[in-house]
């Protein structure tokens, strides 16, 4: 496998549901990222994460929990969420935390809170 | 103010036009540019960074003007292949944790 890699591509989950997101890369990278993108709406950066430290929670609701066991792997749990959480996650990596690297993005997981 | 501000089209040109857009950001203190391509129900892709002096890869010329506090995409010759949605990105720290995305811009090429 190459690049980033997503899981699920498609979630659909209730209100009382608990969920994870898994995010993969293949590319040695040492710095991953979560992006939130909904409809008509910019990416918005949710967490930084260089060498499976937790660089950034740009005000980010409890409800979203980052975790990062090794730098290949990046999770976001999902609990309690509401219907405006619907949208699409974007998980990235780049070489390095510096703001200058190139991000590759992975296909994304569509999440429908109903 | 939006922080990266964008027109957020469509932009609707035929086959072969030149076709440039512009993207404004607030922050004096941003240091990376880039430009990102987002095909449609696709992830985004880097398409070029934007350097001080100004850079050309191929069809696409990306410019920086500082004193003004914006970014340019021109794209030449333009195919079939460039409908997409253009996204300005720019970051103002020295690592990732500050990168902002514009919403925007689409550009539909037509025969």
């Known amino acids: 496998e190459t690049g980033v890699t997503q899981t699920p591509r498609h979630l659909v989950m209730g209100m009382t549901n608990k969920k994870s997101l898994k995010c993969e890369q293949h590319?040695?990278?040492?710095?991953m990222y979560w992006y939130k993108q909904s409809a008509k709406k910019p990416l918005e950066l949710m967490f930084v994460y260089s060498l499976e430290e937790r660089v950034e929670n740009n005000s980010v609701p409890s409800r979203f929990s980052p975790e990062c066991p090794n730098s290949s792997h990046l999770f976001l749990h999902l609990h309690t969420l509401q219907p405006e959480d619907s949208a699409l996650y974007l998980c990235?990596?780049?070489?390095?935390?510096?703001?200058?690297?190139?991000?590759?993005f992975g296909p994304g997981t569509r999440l429908t809170v109903l | 103010r939006k922080e990266v501000e964008q027109d957020p089209g469509p932009f609707n040109v035929p086959e072969g036009a030149t076709v440039a857009f512009n993207c404004t950001y607030s922050?004096?203190?941003?240091?990376?540019f880039f430009w990102y391509r987002q095909d449609c129900r696709k992830e985004p892709k880097l398409l070029m960074s934007v350097y001080s002096s100004g850079n050309e890869d191929g069809r696409f010329t990306a410019q920086l003007n500082r004193a003004s506090q914006y970014i340019s995409l021109l794209i030449r010759d333009s195919k079939l292949s460039d409908s997409a949605t253009y996204l300005c990105?720019?970051?103002?720290?020295?690592?990732?944790?500050?990168?902002?995305f514009g919403s925007g811009t689409r550009l539909s090429i037509r025969p």
């Open positions: 990105v720019v970051n103002a720290h020295s690592s990732a944790s500050k990168i902002i």
């Open positions: 922050n004096s203190a941003s240091q990376s």
């Open positions: 590319l040695g990278h040492n710095a």
């Open positions: 990235a990596s780049s070489p390095r935390d510096s703001g200058v690297d190139e991000q590759f």
